[in-house]
């Protein structure tokens, strides 16, 4: 059993070192990442310029500066479902199932480096965001004198919101590398994404269905669910408090992934 885990451990190792190394060595994933930061930040400062207090004083101010994140998630689907339907269109897959026989591991090793990836580049712009947003906000208006929420970058409802936004653009890469697995089609499944993360939420900011099954939809589409953790006040009114909307996202990256696995190991290359 041992001799076993080291091998299954070792292999992965390798695995990992192989997607890194496909990845470092072509320049589309870095622009991507790099498209990713400035479309955030970007995004995030325009949105922090355009709002100004009192007449949008309710704002939450962490939440403003985070904005770019809606457009940053995009950006990121992309790239996860890239890493996959792009060695399909090209043959790569064979090469690449050649060299990693158990194919959950090659997966996995796929779904470790846009991890990895994803939290970094995620981190700088958030960060940057709040700094942007840190220093423009106060000008336009957002302070404790208009009885605007101040936004500190040391306040603990702050800095959840930045780790949970960090976190829901990795949990967005997973659900896409997921769900491009199992579909293997680049334009089918950025399709997809951009449905379950644009459409559904727009569904129910129309208010064209019932209001029980728009709060239905609030509380288990991934993009409603995962966004309630940039909420810093008023939780109790939410749908889905912070944290559990997180948690359904996970739930539909990890359903996304197994589903993905299986047909990876049940299908041909």
Not at 198 to 207: D, E, N, R, T
Not at 224 to 248: E, F, H, K, S, Y
Request: charged share 10%; aromatic share 6%; hydrophobic share 55%.
């Amino acid at each position: 059993m041992t001799r076993t885990l080291r091998a299954e451990g070792g292999a992965l190792r390798e695995a990992v070192h192989a997607e890194w190394t496909k990845l470092r060595t072509v320049p589309g994933p870095g622009l991507l990442l790099l498209t990713m930061i400035v479309v955030t930040v970007g995004f995030g400062i325009l949105e922090a310029v355009a709002q100004k207090c009192p007449t949008s004083c309710s704002y939450e101010t962490p939440k403003l500066s985070l904005t770019g994140i809606l457009v940053g998630q995009a950006v990121v689907a992309v790239l996860a479902v890239l890493m996959i339907t792009s060695e399909y269109s090209s043959g790569m897959i064979r090469i690449t199932l050649t060299a990693v026989p158990r194919r959950i591991t090659a997966l996995a090793a796929k779904a470790i480096v846009l991890t990895g990836m994803v939290l970094a580049a995620g981190a700088f712009a958030v960060a940057w965001s709040l700094i942007a947003g840190r220093y423009i906000l106060p000008g336009n208006g957002f302070t404790g004198a208009h009885g605007s929420e101040v936004l500190s970058l040391s306040a603990g409802s702050t800095l959840r919101a930045a780790a949970g936004s960090v976190l829901y653009l990795a949990l967005i890469g997973l659900l896409s590398l997921g769900l491009a697995t199992a579909v293997r089609d680049s334009g089918a499944s950025i399709a997809l994404m951009i449905g379950l993360i644009y459409i559904v939420p727009l569904i129910v900011q129309l208010g064209a269905l019932d209001p029980l099954w728009d709060r239905r939809l609030e509380q288990w589409s991934p993009m409603n669910a995962g966004m309630a953790i940039q909420a810093t006040r008023d939780l109790n009114t939410l749908p889905i408090g912070p944290w559990p909307g997180l948690g359904v996202l996970a739930l539909w990256a990890a359903g996304a992934l197994l589903l993905g696995g299986l047909l990876l190991r049940l299908r041909d290359a």
